[in-house]
Structures are given as C-alpha cells and as structure tokens.
C-alpha cells in the first residue's frame, strides 16, 4: 500500500491520482495497490509506481493518465512517474480489501 501523504498538497494528487483506473480491469490503480509513493517538492511530483506484470500493455497509458492526473493538481507543473519493479506486485497484500474483493481474492 502507499505511504500516506504527508503535506495539502501530496494529498490533493493523491485524489486526483485516486481516480485512474486500471483499463483492463476496473479499479483505481490506488486501490490496486500498483502506486507506491507520491512526493510533492515545490511545483513537481514524484510518482513511484508499478504495473500488474512486466508485460502489462496497459501499462505506458496508465504511465500517462497518472502524470496527466498530477498535473490537474492546481499548483503542480511537473509530473514524473517512475516504473519500478521492486517490489514486485502481490495483490494479495497490496492491494485494498474492496479491490481483493472486486477481484474475488478471499484470503
């Protein structure tokens, strides 16, 4: 899950953020637990994010509509995302008990 927001501002893009949804399969990608750390210095956020799988084709556009969401935030002029992949997606505990649910994973 993502660290919680430290400052106003962290917390305005993590809403706007909040609101992208994985193209494939529905759920905010914030739920999913694909993003991993948001960073506001000054006018410019730092996004920390992952995909599904390494090979995920949704993945350069859901790269996009992050950016694109941060830049929405009044004040915020600059966005990058950055893809790693350490550590690995495990939807099992990363994710939300409403998106495991929306996926049919009961632990």
Avoid at 16 to 24: G, L, T, Y
Avoid at 25 to 44: F, P, R, T
Wanted: aromatic share 6%.
């Amino acid at each position: 899950m993502i660290r919680d927001p430290e400052t106003e501002k962290e917390w305005e893009v993590f809403h706007s953020v909040r609101m992208v949804e994985d193209p494939e399969i529905g759920i905010s990608l914030i739920e999913l637990g694909l993003i991993y750390d948001i960073k506001v210095e000054g006018e410019k956020a730092d996004i920390t994010m992952t995909y599904t799988s390494l090979a995920c084709p949704a993945g350069p556009q859901m790269k996009q509509d992050i950016e694109n969401h941060a830049l929405r935030v009044d004040g915020i002029t600059e966005a990058v995302v950055h893809v790693v992949w350490n550590p690995k997606w495990e939807p099992r505990a990363m994710a939300s008990e409403e998106a495991k649910m929306q996926m049919g994973i009961f632990d």
